[in-house]
Antibody
Framework: EVQLVESGGGLVQPGGSLRLACAAS????????MSWVRQAPGKGLEWVAN????????YSVDSVKGRFTISRDNAKNLLFLQMNSLRGEDTAVYYC?????????WGQGTQVTVSS | EVVLTQSPATLSLSPGERATLSCRAS??????LAWYQQKRGQAPRLLIY???RRATGIPARFSGSGSGTDFTLTISSLEPEDFAVYYC?????????FGQGTKVEIK
């Protein structure tokens, strides 16, 4: 069974940093693109970042470029999102998701709240 | 950026009725569209990919159709567990984008 379990969310002040992690199991992690997708309170879904199987190519939405970095550790089956210079509009539930033509498996999400 | 417009925003139906949800793209996206279901407090679940292909384990009452700019998700006969929010999402153009969602509620 595919499992994705996020961790690392919390309350942070504007301008602060957080590092999210996603532990993957039940599939060959190194064989898939992986993504982070977020959902602001009461809002819809927004793609944040993608990373290829080897970790050699990454893509992110313009609103987080230069502030967020996606990475992975295939030896430990872990996906990361380093978030710096956080803003109020980054407040959301952050989901880790597996990409295979579509996002076919999702974690339960981790809440990130940016507030003073 | 491709804008996906979903309609209606809310659909009020009774169990057993047919639900028809629409997703319109601001430019052609071939058949590179997916549909997701999200229940309150839960992660999204993939229903349909490539416009009409059911994901693993998805019941046959869910079907997708369309290509180009106009797409439809149909639930042939609503079950109690189908009342949720549904999102469409395209992968034809970067960045991948979602529609704003259609809420299917119990009438």
């Amino acid at each position: 069974e595919v499992q994705l379990v996020e961790s690392g969310g919390g309350l942070v002040q504007p301008g602060g940093s957080l590092r999210l992690a996603c532990a993957a199991s039940g599939f060959t992690f190194s064989g898939y693109w992986m993504s982070w997708v977020r959902q602001a309170p009461g809002k819809g879904l927004e793609w944040v970042a993608n990373i290829n199987q080897a970790g050699s190519a990454t893509y992110s939405v313009d609103s987080v470029k230069g502030r967020f970095t996606i990475s992975r550790d295939n030896a430990k089956n872990l996906l990361f999102l380093q978030m710096n210079s956080l803003r109020g509009e980054d407040t959301a539930v952050y989901y880790c998701a597996r990409w295979a033509t579509a996002w076919d498996s999702w974690g339960q999400g981790t809440q990130v709240t940016v507030s003073s | 950026e491709v804008v996906l417009t979903q309609s209606p925003a809310t659909l009020s139906l009774s169990p057993g009725e047919r639900a028809t949800l629409s997703c319109r793209a601001s430019q052609t996206i071939s058949s590179q569209l997916a549909w997701y279901q999200q229940k309150r407090g839960q992660a999204p679940r993939l229903l349909i990919y490539d416009a009409s292909r059911r994901a693993t384990g998805i019941p046959a009452r869910f079907s997708g159709s369309g290509s180009g700019t106009d797409f439809t998700l149909t639930i042939s006969s609503l079950e109690p567990e189908d009342f949720a929010v549904y999102y469409c999402q395209q992968r034809n153009n970067w960045p991948q984008t979602f529609g704003q969602g259609t809420k299917v509620e119990i009438k």
